[in-house]
Protein backbone atom coordinates (compact mmCIF):
# COMPACT_ATOMS: atom_id res chain seq x y z
CA UNK A 1 0.00 0.00 0.00
CA UNK A 2 1.12 3.26 -0.63
CA UNK A 3 1.43 6.08 1.88
CA UNK A 4 -1.36 8.85 1.01
CA UNK A 5 -0.14 11.79 -0.99
CA UNK A 6 -0.51 15.37 1.01
CA UNK A 7 -3.33 17.11 0.68
CA UNK A 8 -3.85 21.04 0.55
CA UNK A 9 -4.14 21.96 4.59
CA UNK A 10 -8.00 22.92 5.19
CA UNK A 11 -10.23 24.48 8.03
CA UNK A 12 -11.51 22.31 11.01
CA UNK A 13 -15.20 22.69 8.76
CA UNK A 14 -14.09 21.06 5.76
CA UNK A 15 -11.95 18.45 7.27
CA UNK A 16 -10.59 18.13 10.71
CA UNK A 17 -8.05 15.69 9.04
CA UNK A 18 -5.73 18.01 7.44
CA UNK A 19 -2.87 16.93 5.95
CA UNK A 20 0.51 18.76 5.09
CA UNK A 21 2.70 18.64 1.98
CA UNK A 22 6.00 17.13 3.01
CA UNK A 23 9.54 17.38 4.09
CA UNK A 24 12.03 19.92 3.07
CA UNK A 25 15.17 17.54 3.11
CA UNK A 26 16.19 14.72 5.59
CA UNK A 27 16.94 12.89 8.31
CA UNK A 28 20.14 11.14 9.14
CA UNK A 29 20.05 8.14 10.98
CA UNK A 30 20.20 8.06 15.11
CA UNK A 31 24.25 7.69 14.78
CA UNK A 32 24.77 9.79 11.23
CA UNK A 33 25.68 12.97 10.54
CA UNK A 34 23.34 15.34 9.03
CA UNK A 35 24.96 17.07 5.47
CA UNK A 36 23.11 18.61 2.32
CA UNK A 37 20.91 17.13 0.20
CA UNK A 38 23.08 17.97 -3.04
CA UNK A 39 25.58 15.99 -4.64
CA UNK A 40 29.32 16.10 -4.06
CA UNK A 41 30.94 17.96 -0.98
CA UNK A 42 27.95 17.28 0.78
CA UNK A 43 28.74 13.95 1.00
CA UNK A 44 25.95 12.59 -0.90
CA UNK A 45 26.57 9.98 -4.18
CA UNK A 46 27.23 11.04 -7.63
CA UNK A 47 26.13 7.71 -8.86
CA UNK A 48 23.80 5.28 -8.47
CA UNK A 49 20.13 6.58 -9.67
CA UNK A 50 21.44 10.53 -9.66
CA UNK A 51 20.52 11.28 -13.13
CA UNK A 52 16.85 10.68 -14.76
CA UNK A 53 16.05 7.55 -16.33
CA UNK A 54 15.43 8.52 -20.24
CA UNK A 55 12.75 6.33 -21.00
CA UNK A 56 9.17 8.00 -19.97
CA UNK A 57 6.97 5.60 -18.44
CA UNK A 58 3.98 4.50 -21.01
CA UNK A 59 0.56 3.36 -20.70
CA UNK A 60 0.79 -1.03 -20.17
CA UNK A 61 -0.75 -3.10 -22.21
CA UNK A 62 -4.25 -5.00 -22.12
CA UNK A 63 -4.66 -5.96 -18.31
CA UNK A 64 -4.61 -9.45 -17.67
CA UNK A 65 -6.39 -11.09 -14.26
CA UNK A 66 -4.03 -12.09 -11.27
CA UNK A 67 -3.14 -16.02 -10.42
CA UNK A 68 -4.31 -17.29 -7.79
CA UNK A 69 -3.01 -17.45 -4.23
CA UNK A 70 -3.00 -19.48 -1.40
CA UNK A 71 -2.79 -17.10 1.27
CA UNK A 72 -0.60 -14.48 2.96
CA UNK A 73 -0.03 -12.93 5.98
CA UNK A 74 0.70 -9.26 4.20
CA UNK A 75 -1.46 -6.96 4.39
CA UNK A 76 -0.31 -5.65 0.78
CA UNK A 77 -0.39 -9.23 -0.97
CA UNK A 78 -4.15 -8.83 -2.09
CA UNK A 79 -4.13 -12.13 -4.25
CA UNK A 80 -2.02 -14.01 -1.44
CA UNK A 81 0.54 -15.32 -3.56
CA UNK A 82 3.58 -14.34 -1.92
CA UNK A 83 4.20 -11.03 -3.51
CA UNK A 84 3.52 -7.55 -2.76
CA UNK A 85 1.40 -5.23 -4.34
CA UNK A 86 0.69 -1.53 -5.02
CA UNK A 87 -2.76 0.48 -4.94
CA UNK A 88 -2.25 3.50 -7.44
CA UNK A 89 -5.11 6.02 -8.27
CA UNK A 90 -6.28 6.00 -11.88
CA UNK A 91 -8.54 9.15 -13.36
CA UNK A 92 -11.11 8.82 -15.68
CA UNK A 93 -10.87 12.47 -16.85
CA UNK A 94 -8.59 15.59 -16.73
CA UNK A 95 -6.23 15.98 -13.37
CA UNK A 96 -5.99 19.23 -12.94
CA UNK A 97 -9.58 19.91 -11.41
CA UNK A 98 -11.14 19.60 -7.74
CA UNK A 99 -13.23 16.36 -7.78
CA UNK A 100 -11.55 14.46 -10.77
CA UNK A 101 -13.54 10.96 -11.26
CA UNK A 102 -10.77 8.37 -9.66
CA UNK A 103 -10.57 4.73 -9.40
CA UNK A 104 -8.28 2.66 -7.83
CA UNK A 105 -6.02 0.11 -9.36
CA UNK A 106 -4.29 -2.92 -8.04
CA UNK A 107 -0.53 -3.29 -9.60
CA UNK A 108 0.11 -6.87 -8.80
CA UNK A 109 3.22 -8.36 -7.78
CA UNK A 110 5.63 -11.14 -9.13
CA UNK A 111 8.91 -12.96 -8.95
CA UNK A 112 9.93 -10.30 -11.11
CA UNK A 113 8.76 -7.95 -9.34
CA UNK A 114 5.64 -5.52 -9.99
CA UNK A 115 3.77 -6.13 -13.51
CA UNK A 116 1.80 -3.28 -14.59
CA UNK A 117 0.12 -5.44 -17.12
CA UNK A 118 -1.32 -7.63 -14.34
CA UNK A 119 -3.73 -5.30 -12.67
CA UNK A 120 -7.41 -4.42 -11.90
CA UNK A 121 -9.33 -0.80 -11.67
CA UNK A 122 -11.61 -0.89 -9.19
CA UNK A 123 -15.06 1.66 -8.78
CA UNK A 124 -17.61 2.21 -5.74
CA UNK A 125 -19.20 -0.97 -7.83
CA UNK A 126 -16.66 -3.16 -8.07
CA UNK A 127 -15.87 -3.23 -4.11
CA UNK A 128 -20.23 -3.36 -3.78
CA UNK A 129 -19.81 0.38 -1.65
CA UNK A 130 -22.68 2.62 -1.33
CA UNK A 131 -22.61 5.66 -3.73
CA UNK A 132 -21.27 8.96 -2.35
CA UNK A 133 -23.74 11.58 -2.31
CA UNK A 134 -21.51 13.72 -3.30
CA UNK A 135 -20.34 12.28 -5.69
CA UNK A 136 -22.92 13.07 -8.61
CA UNK A 137 -24.14 8.80 -9.16
CA UNK A 138 -20.37 8.49 -10.42
CA UNK A 139 -18.41 5.44 -9.75
CA UNK A 140 -15.32 7.58 -8.47
CA UNK A 141 -13.04 6.39 -5.38
CA UNK A 142 -10.07 7.55 -4.08
CA UNK A 143 -6.96 5.83 -3.12
CA UNK A 144 -6.91 8.33 -0.02
CA UNK A 145 -10.14 6.63 0.95
CA UNK A 146 -9.21 2.47 0.79
CA UNK A 147 -7.01 0.58 2.84
CA UNK A 148 -6.04 -3.40 2.73
CA UNK A 149 -6.38 -5.22 5.65
CA UNK A 150 -6.81 -9.32 6.55
CA UNK A 151 -9.56 -8.54 9.40
CA UNK A 152 -10.99 -11.79 9.41
CA UNK A 153 -7.59 -13.67 9.25
CA UNK A 154 -8.18 -16.50 6.14
CA UNK A 155 -5.03 -14.73 4.83
CA UNK A 156 -6.36 -12.39 2.03
CA UNK A 157 -6.19 -9.11 2.94
CA UNK A 158 -9.68 -7.22 2.18
CA UNK A 159 -10.54 -3.59 0.90
CA UNK A 160 -11.57 -1.54 3.82
CA UNK A 161 -13.24 1.66 2.21
CA UNK A 162 -13.89 4.90 4.29
CA UNK A 163 -17.53 5.32 3.38
CA UNK A 164 -19.05 9.32 3.43
CA UNK A 165 -22.94 9.16 3.79
CA UNK A 166 -25.86 12.07 4.29
CA UNK A 167 -25.03 14.92 6.57
CA UNK A 168 -25.87 13.65 10.39
CA UNK A 169 -25.93 15.77 13.66
CA UNK A 170 -25.03 14.94 16.74
CA UNK A 171 -24.60 17.13 19.66
CA UNK A 172 -22.88 20.44 18.72
CA UNK A 173 -21.38 18.62 15.97
CA UNK A 174 -22.78 18.33 12.17
CA UNK A 175 -20.50 16.51 9.74
CA UNK A 176 -20.74 14.11 6.60
CA UNK A 177 -21.55 10.67 8.70
CA UNK A 178 -18.54 8.22 7.54
CA UNK A 179 -18.64 4.30 8.22
CA UNK A 180 -16.09 2.11 7.37
CA UNK A 181 -16.90 -0.66 4.62
CA UNK A 182 -15.36 -3.75 3.83
CA UNK A 183 -15.34 -5.68 0.95
CA UNK A 184 -13.72 -9.41 1.59
CA UNK A 185 -10.69 -10.34 -0.36
CA UNK A 186 -9.81 -13.64 -1.87
CA UNK A 187 -7.11 -15.63 -4.13
CA UNK A 188 -8.13 -13.40 -7.18
CA UNK A 189 -8.58 -10.27 -5.21
CA UNK A 190 -11.35 -8.64 -3.69
CA UNK A 191 -14.86 -9.43 -5.04
CA UNK A 192 -18.29 -7.44 -3.69
CA UNK A 193 -20.73 -10.55 -2.81
CA UNK A 194 -23.59 -7.77 -2.93
CA UNK A 195 -23.08 -4.58 -0.53
CA UNK A 196 -19.94 -4.37 1.27
CA UNK A 197 -20.06 -4.92 4.56
CA UNK A 198 -20.48 -2.19 7.18
CA UNK A 199 -17.99 -2.32 10.27
CA UNK A 200 -19.68 -2.07 13.47
CA UNK A 201 -18.55 1.09 15.59
CA UNK A 202 -18.87 1.93 19.50
CA UNK A 203 -22.32 3.18 20.18
CA UNK A 204 -21.43 6.53 20.66
CA UNK A 205 -19.05 6.67 17.78
CA UNK A 206 -21.57 5.19 15.48
CA UNK A 207 -24.01 7.95 14.59
CA UNK A 208 -21.11 10.21 13.04
CA UNK A 209 -18.51 7.45 12.18
CA UNK A 210 -14.91 8.07 11.80
CA UNK A 211 -12.24 10.03 9.75
CA UNK A 212 -8.59 9.29 9.25
CA UNK A 213 -8.40 5.42 9.37
CA UNK A 214 -5.44 3.75 9.93
CA UNK A 215 -4.61 0.10 9.43
CA UNK A 216 -2.43 -1.59 12.64
CA UNK A 217 -1.74 -4.56 14.77
CA UNK A 218 -2.19 -2.25 17.94
CA UNK A 219 -1.38 -5.25 20.32
CA UNK A 220 1.02 -7.32 18.47
CA UNK A 221 -1.40 -10.53 18.40
CA UNK A 222 -0.65 -10.95 14.52
CA UNK A 223 -4.40 -9.56 13.99
CA UNK A 224 -4.83 -6.92 11.89
CA UNK A 225 -7.00 -3.94 13.60
CA UNK A 226 -7.73 -0.54 12.57
CA UNK A 227 -8.35 2.71 13.89
CA UNK A 228 -9.65 6.23 13.38
CA UNK A 229 -10.83 9.60 15.19
CA UNK A 230 -14.15 9.87 15.85
CA UNK A 231 -16.28 12.91 14.46
CA UNK A 232 -18.45 13.25 17.51
CA UNK A 233 -17.68 16.01 19.96
CA UNK A 234 -14.89 15.78 22.36
CA UNK A 235 -13.30 13.42 19.56
CA UNK A 236 -10.90 10.77 20.05
CA UNK A 237 -9.21 7.59 18.47
CA UNK A 238 -11.23 4.86 18.49
CA UNK A 239 -9.36 1.06 18.24
CA UNK A 240 -11.02 -1.55 16.57
CA UNK A 241 -8.81 -5.00 17.45
CA UNK A 242 -9.43 -7.77 14.87
CA UNK A 243 -10.12 -10.43 14.15
CA UNK A 244 -13.76 -9.07 12.42
CA UNK A 245 -16.27 -11.49 12.24
CA UNK A 246 -18.27 -11.20 8.73
CA UNK A 247 -20.63 -9.65 9.98
CA UNK A 248 -17.86 -6.27 10.59
CA UNK A 249 -18.06 -6.95 14.32
CA UNK A 250 -14.56 -5.89 16.04
CA UNK A 251 -13.19 -8.67 18.57
CA UNK A 252 -13.35 -5.62 20.62
CA UNK A 253 -13.10 -1.90 20.46
CA UNK A 254 -11.14 0.77 22.79
CA UNK A 255 -12.08 4.51 23.35
CA UNK A 256 -9.63 4.77 25.84
CA UNK A 257 -6.95 7.25 24.74
CA UNK A 258 -7.78 10.83 24.98
CA UNK A 259 -9.75 13.60 22.62
CA UNK A 260 -7.40 14.25 19.43
CA UNK A 261 -8.44 16.50 16.60
CA UNK A 262 -6.05 15.81 13.50
CA UNK A 263 -4.69 12.87 11.56
CA UNK A 264 -3.67 9.68 12.38
CA UNK A 265 -0.89 8.21 11.24
CA UNK A 266 -0.03 4.09 12.01
CA UNK A 267 3.61 2.47 11.50
CA UNK A 268 3.68 -0.90 9.64
CA UNK A 269 2.70 -4.01 10.14
CA UNK A 270 5.25 -6.45 9.53
CA UNK A 271 5.32 -7.93 5.76
CA UNK A 272 6.58 -11.86 7.03
CA UNK A 273 3.76 -12.01 9.22
CA UNK A 274 5.85 -12.01 12.18
CA UNK A 275 3.42 -10.17 15.09
CA UNK A 276 5.24 -6.55 15.75
CA UNK A 277 2.91 -4.44 18.00
CA UNK A 278 2.35 -1.00 15.66
CA UNK A 279 2.40 2.51 17.57
CA UNK A 280 -0.02 5.31 16.51
CA UNK A 281 1.31 9.08 16.04
CA UNK A 282 -1.92 11.58 16.34
CA UNK A 283 -0.51 14.77 13.96
CA UNK A 284 -2.73 17.87 15.01
CA UNK A 285 -4.93 19.40 12.74
CA UNK A 286 -2.93 22.64 10.97
CA UNK A 287 -3.79 25.09 8.37
CA UNK A 288 -0.47 24.65 6.60
CA UNK A 289 1.82 25.26 9.49
CA UNK A 290 3.58 22.63 11.45
CA UNK A 291 2.23 19.95 13.44
CA UNK A 292 2.05 19.54 17.03
CA UNK A 293 2.49 15.56 17.70
CA UNK A 294 1.63 12.68 20.14
CA UNK A 295 3.39 9.09 20.16
CA UNK A 296 0.94 6.17 22.09
CA UNK A 297 3.68 3.27 21.77
CA UNK A 298 2.36 -0.11 21.46
CA UNK A 299 3.09 -2.81 23.77
CA UNK A 300 2.44 -6.55 22.70
CA UNK A 301 -0.49 -7.83 24.29
CA UNK A 302 -1.63 -4.55 25.98
CA UNK A 303 -2.00 -2.43 23.35
CA UNK A 304 -1.41 1.22 22.95
CA UNK A 305 -0.01 3.47 25.98
CA UNK A 306 -2.69 6.09 27.14
CA UNK A 307 -0.42 7.78 28.56
CA UNK A 308 0.82 9.85 25.03
CA UNK A 309 4.16 10.95 24.30
CA UNK A 310 4.59 14.06 23.37
CA UNK A 311 6.97 14.83 20.41
CA UNK A 312 8.55 18.12 18.92
CA UNK A 313 6.54 20.12 16.50
CA UNK A 314 6.93 19.17 12.63
CA UNK A 315 4.52 17.82 9.64
CA UNK A 316 7.15 15.23 8.57
CA UNK A 317 7.13 11.57 10.02
CA UNK A 318 8.20 8.18 9.34
CA UNK A 319 8.00 4.91 11.43
CA UNK A 320 11.64 2.43 10.33
CA UNK A 321 14.79 0.71 12.23
CA UNK A 322 16.87 3.94 11.81
CA UNK A 323 19.86 2.66 13.66
CA UNK A 324 18.96 -1.67 12.85
CA UNK A 325 18.80 -2.20 16.75
CA UNK A 326 15.16 -4.29 15.61
CA UNK A 327 13.32 -1.99 17.37
CA UNK A 328 11.17 0.33 15.10
CA UNK A 329 11.74 4.38 15.74
CA UNK A 330 9.92 7.33 14.64
CA UNK A 331 11.01 10.43 12.91
CA UNK A 332 9.57 13.98 13.21
CA UNK A 333 10.50 16.71 11.57
CA UNK A 334 10.07 20.12 9.29
CA UNK A 335 8.18 19.48 6.34
CA UNK A 336 8.98 22.82 4.65
CA UNK A 337 4.94 23.78 4.65
CA UNK A 338 4.18 26.94 6.00
CA UNK A 339 1.25 29.01 6.94
CA UNK A 340 2.21 32.74 6.25
CA UNK A 341 -0.81 34.49 7.78
CA UNK A 342 -0.17 36.64 10.49
CA UNK A 343 1.26 35.20 14.01
CA UNK A 344 3.87 32.32 11.40
CA UNK A 345 6.31 34.42 13.16
CA UNK A 346 5.62 33.14 16.49
CA UNK A 347 7.12 29.65 15.56
CA UNK A 348 9.99 28.45 17.58
CA UNK A 349 13.49 28.60 16.06
CA UNK A 350 14.29 25.39 16.41
CA UNK A 351 11.10 24.13 14.54
CA UNK A 352 12.76 25.28 11.40
CA UNK A 353 14.63 23.07 9.38
CA UNK A 354 15.46 20.58 11.33
CA UNK A 355 13.92 16.65 12.45
CA UNK A 356 14.34 14.65 15.46
CA UNK A 357 14.90 10.69 15.41
CA UNK A 358 12.83 9.09 18.25
CA UNK A 359 14.81 6.07 19.20
CA UNK A 360 12.05 3.29 19.92
CA UNK A 361 14.33 1.86 22.85
CA UNK A 362 13.49 5.26 24.74
CA UNK A 363 16.08 8.07 25.66
CA UNK A 364 16.39 11.39 24.08
CA UNK A 365 15.70 12.66 20.56
CA UNK A 366 18.91 13.15 18.24
CA UNK A 367 18.37 15.96 16.52
CA UNK A 368 19.67 17.52 13.32
CA UNK A 369 20.12 20.45 11.09
CA UNK A 370 18.36 20.74 7.95
CA UNK A 371 19.67 22.75 5.32
CA UNK A 372 17.81 25.73 4.02
CA UNK A 373 15.78 24.79 0.45
CA UNK A 374 16.68 26.34 -2.39
CA UNK A 375 15.24 29.92 -3.38
CA UNK A 376 14.42 28.87 -6.81
CA UNK A 377 12.61 25.51 -5.71
CA UNK A 378 10.82 27.04 -1.57
CA UNK A 379 6.93 27.36 -1.84
CA UNK A 380 4.39 26.88 0.70
CA UNK A 381 3.93 23.60 0.54
CA UNK A 382 7.09 22.03 1.12
CA UNK A 383 8.72 19.61 -2.08
CA UNK A 384 6.92 16.17 -1.07
CA UNK A 385 7.23 13.40 1.84
CA UNK A 386 9.83 11.36 3.06
CA UNK A 387 9.61 6.97 3.72
CA UNK A 388 11.83 4.70 5.14
CA UNK A 389 13.31 2.13 2.75
CA UNK A 390 15.84 -0.48 2.95
CA UNK A 391 17.01 -0.94 -0.29
CA UNK A 392 20.54 -2.36 0.31
CA UNK A 393 18.79 -4.93 2.54
CA UNK A 394 20.94 -4.61 5.53
CA UNK A 395 18.16 -4.84 8.07
CA UNK A 396 18.45 -1.11 8.56
CA UNK A 397 16.48 1.91 7.19
CA UNK A 398 16.96 4.87 5.31
CA UNK A 399 15.13 7.54 4.33
CA UNK A 400 13.98 8.57 0.45
CA UNK A 401 13.55 12.47 1.00
CA UNK A 402 11.72 14.24 -1.23
CA UNK A 403 13.75 17.35 -2.14
CA UNK A 404 12.88 20.58 -4.97
CA UNK A 405 15.16 18.53 -7.23
CA UNK A 406 13.63 14.74 -7.11
CA UNK A 407 14.38 12.63 -3.64
CA UNK A 408 17.39 11.60 -1.91
CA UNK A 409 18.16 8.02 -0.06
CA UNK A 410 19.97 9.12 3.42
CA UNK A 411 21.43 6.00 4.98
CA UNK A 412 23.88 6.59 7.55
CA UNK A 413 26.75 9.12 5.84
CA UNK A 414 25.64 8.01 2.63
CA UNK A 415 23.07 10.37 0.60
CA UNK A 416 22.31 9.20 -2.66
CA UNK A 417 20.11 11.25 -5.20
CA UNK A 418 17.43 9.01 -6.52
CA UNK A 419 15.32 11.11 -9.50
CA UNK A 420 13.22 10.61 -12.49
CA UNK A 421 11.62 12.95 -14.85
CA UNK A 422 7.89 13.26 -16.14
CA UNK A 423 7.29 14.64 -19.51
CA UNK A 424 8.37 17.77 -21.14
CA UNK A 425 4.86 18.01 -22.55
CA UNK A 426 1.69 16.79 -21.66
CA UNK A 427 -1.83 16.73 -23.05
CA UNK A 428 -0.37 19.51 -25.36
CA UNK A 429 0.44 21.73 -22.32
CA UNK A 430 4.53 22.36 -21.95
CA UNK A 431 5.35 21.76 -18.04
CA UNK A 432 8.01 23.87 -16.76
CA UNK A 433 11.12 22.06 -15.79
CA UNK A 434 10.75 23.10 -12.17
CA UNK A 435 7.98 20.49 -11.97
CA UNK A 436 8.92 18.11 -14.36
CA UNK A 437 11.03 16.15 -11.33
CA UNK A 438 9.31 12.74 -9.26
CA UNK A 439 8.26 12.37 -5.82
CA UNK A 440 9.24 9.43 -3.55
CA UNK A 441 5.83 7.91 -2.68
CA UNK A 442 6.74 4.42 -0.88
CA UNK A 443 8.86 1.63 -0.99
CA UNK A 444 8.65 -2.23 -0.34
CA UNK A 445 10.20 -5.27 -2.01
CA UNK A 446 7.73 -6.48 -4.80
CA UNK A 447 10.21 -8.88 -5.88
CA UNK A 448 10.76 -10.84 -2.63
CA UNK A 449 14.84 -10.28 -2.91
CA UNK A 450 14.93 -9.31 0.34
CA UNK A 451 15.58 -5.87 -0.50
CA UNK A 452 13.36 -2.55 -1.11
CA UNK A 453 12.82 -1.03 -4.26
CA UNK A 454 11.71 2.71 -4.36
CA UNK A 455 8.61 4.02 -5.59
CA UNK A 456 8.29 7.81 -7.25
CA UNK A 457 5.70 9.22 -9.02
CA UNK A 458 4.20 12.07 -10.99
CA UNK A 459 1.88 14.31 -12.74
CA UNK A 460 1.21 17.44 -14.73
CA UNK A 461 -0.81 20.00 -13.58
CA UNK A 462 -0.27 22.33 -10.14
CA UNK A 463 -2.37 19.71 -8.09
CA UNK A 464 0.38 17.70 -8.09
CA UNK A 465 3.05 20.31 -8.35
CA UNK A 466 1.92 22.16 -4.78
CA UNK A 467 -0.02 18.89 -3.31
CA UNK A 468 0.97 15.51 -5.06
CA UNK A 469 -2.33 14.93 -5.72
CA UNK A 470 -3.51 13.18 -9.36
CA UNK A 471 -0.03 11.27 -9.75
CA UNK A 472 -0.27 9.47 -13.19
CA UNK A 473 3.69 8.17 -14.16
CA UNK A 474 4.98 5.59 -11.62
CA UNK A 475 8.89 4.58 -11.31
CA UNK A 476 9.38 0.98 -8.92
CA UNK A 477 13.38 1.57 -9.27
CA UNK A 478 15.91 -0.64 -9.00
CA UNK A 479 17.31 0.28 -5.06
CA UNK A 480 18.88 4.03 -5.76
CA UNK A 481 20.26 3.11 -9.33
CA UNK A 482 19.02 4.68 -12.34
CA UNK A 483 17.40 0.98 -13.41
CA UNK A 484 13.42 0.72 -13.16
CA UNK A 485 12.21 -2.52 -11.77
CA UNK A 486 9.21 -1.21 -13.95
CA UNK A 487 7.48 1.96 -14.75
CA UNK A 488 4.16 3.02 -16.25
CA UNK A 489 2.13 5.91 -16.90
CA UNK A 490 -2.05 4.96 -15.16
CA UNK A 491 -3.37 7.96 -18.15
CA UNK A 492 -6.68 6.24 -19.53
CA UNK A 493 -6.40 3.15 -17.57
CA UNK A 494 -9.55 3.59 -15.68
CA UNK A 495 -11.75 4.73 -18.98
CA UNK A 496 -14.39 7.45 -20.01
CA UNK A 497 -15.47 9.61 -16.71
CA UNK A 498 -18.77 8.27 -15.50
CA UNK A 499 -21.56 11.27 -16.38
CA UNK A 500 -23.05 13.26 -13.61
Not at 85 to 95: F, I, S
Not at 293 to 304: D, Q, V
Not at 386 to 402: K, Q, T
Not at 430 to 437: F, L, N
Request: net charge negative; charged share 25%; hydrophobic share 35%.
Amino acid sequence: MIPHPASRPTSRSASRAARSAAAVCAVSLLLGPLAGCGGGADGSSAAGGGKPAAKEPAVPGESRPPAAGNGTKDPDDVNGDGHRDLLVPVLAGPADQPGADQRVAVVYGSAKGLDPVTRTVLGRGDLGLPASPEGGGRDALSVSEVLTADLDGDGFPDFVSSVAGGTATDGQVSTARRIPHVTWGGPNGPKAAGKATGISLPQDVAKLGVESLVRGDFDGDGHHDLAGLAQNEGSRPVVLYGPFTRAGAPARSDVSLPPADGTLIADAIDPSGEPRATSLLVQAANDGEQSENTLYRARRGSGLDTDGEQLRIGSAHAFGDFDGDGVRDVAIGDDGGRNDEPGYETEAPDVSGSLAVYPGKGGAPVTHRLPKPPKSGSTDYGPGGFVAADPDGDGRDGLLVATYEGATLIDGDRRTPVLREGPAESAGEKTSAKWRHARPAGAGDFDGDGKDELVLHWGAGTLFALYGEHPTHWWITEGTTAKDQSAFSTVGLAGRPASD
